[in-house]
């Protein structure tokens, strides 16, 4: 019998969602690169990307209650359907015990869809996470491998716009390959834009 694909995962307490493989980017660090799933998780590599219909099916075989975060992460960026994302988290905040709702974005959300987007996406979610990357534009674009020339400022200013909401928790994040200097300097810019910084650790 041919297997589901993978629309939800289990890390820890937390729910992710992994509704498209598409991603603007190709970062040097992807877990992407070297397997099929993430901290254990089925393949995730999507036969289609999944209607909304499909993805609240899945949703709805779960119980919700019992997880911390739903998390829109998984084999590409959220925002490239950015439509899906905000009509799902919009139902599911609409339920009476909805956990917390986080997107992790590599930030270039406005390039992708054309439009300033940041408010319609912290209207529907408690934590906006943004992958910075590094500290600086050269080791940003080495590290990151974006299609946009204009991704590294394109990024800040979406988590800028983000923090100007006051509707989220906005939170930028590096993972420990880079050095500290690199380290340092992604503590400055998330300083100046508002946001918190979190050091991720590198998974094998």
């Given at each position: 019998?041919?297997?589901?694909?993978?629309?939800?995962?289990?890390?820890?307490?937390?729910?992710?969602?992994?509704?498209?493989?598409?991603?603007?980017?190709?970062?040097?660090?992807?877990?992407?690169?070297?397997?099929?799933?993430?901290?254990?998780?089925?393949?995730?590599?999507?036969?289609?990307?999944?209607?909304?219909?499909?993805?609240?099916?899945?949703?709805n075989?779960?119980?919700?209650?019992?997880?911390?975060?739903?998390?829109?992460?998984?084999?590409?960026?959220?925002?490239?359907?950015?439509?899906?994302?905000?009509?799902?988290?919009?139902?599911?905040?609409?339920?009476?015990?909805?956990?917390?709702?986080?997107?992790?974005?590599?930030?270039?959300?406005?390039?992708?869809?054309?439009?300033?987007?940041?408010?319609?996406?912290?209207?529907?979610?408690?934590?906006?996470?943004?992958?910075?990357?590094?500290?600086?534009?050269?080791?940003?674009?080495?590290?990151?491998?974006?299609?946009?020339?204009?991704?590294?400022?394109a990024?800040?200013?979406?988590?800028?716009?983000?923090?100007?909401?006051?509707?989220?928790?906005?939170?930028?994040?590096?993972?420990?390959?880079?050095?500290?200097?690199?380290?340092?300097a992604?503590?400055?810019?998330?300083?100046?834009?508002?946001?918190?910084?979190?050091?991720?650790?590198?998974?094998e």
């Open positions: 019998m041919k297997k589901a694909m993978t629309i939800s995962y289990e890390v820890g307490n937390n729910l992710y969602l992994n509704i498209t493989n598409k991603c603007p980017c190709l970062c040097t660090f992807c877990i992407r690169n070297s397997d099929d799933g993430a901290y254990g998780s089925d393949p995730l590599w999507l036969e289609h990307e999944p209607t909304f219909e499909e993805i609240m099916a899945d949703l075989s779960r119980n919700l209650e019992k997880y911390t975060e739903i998390v829109f992460c998984g084999y590409g960026e959220p925002t490239c359907r950015l439509d899906t994302v905000l009509v799902v988290a919009d139902k599911l905040k609409a339920r009476l015990s909805c956990p917390v709702l986080r997107i992790n974005t590599n930030g270039l959300s406005d390039l992708i869809n054309g439009k300033s987007t940041a408010k319609s996406l912290c209207n529907v979610m408690d934590i906006i996470s943004v992958s910075l990357n590094a500290g600086t534009k050269e080791e940003y674009m080495k590290v990151t491998r974006p299609k946009y020339p204009e991704a590294f400022e990024m800040q200013k979406f988590t800028a716009d983000c923090v100007k909401t006051e509707s989220a928790e906005v939170v930028m994040s590096v993972v420990d390959v880079i050095s500290p200097e690199q380290i340092e992604s503590r400055k810019i998330a300083e100046t834009l508002g946001a918190k910084l979190r050091i991720r650790a590198y998974e």
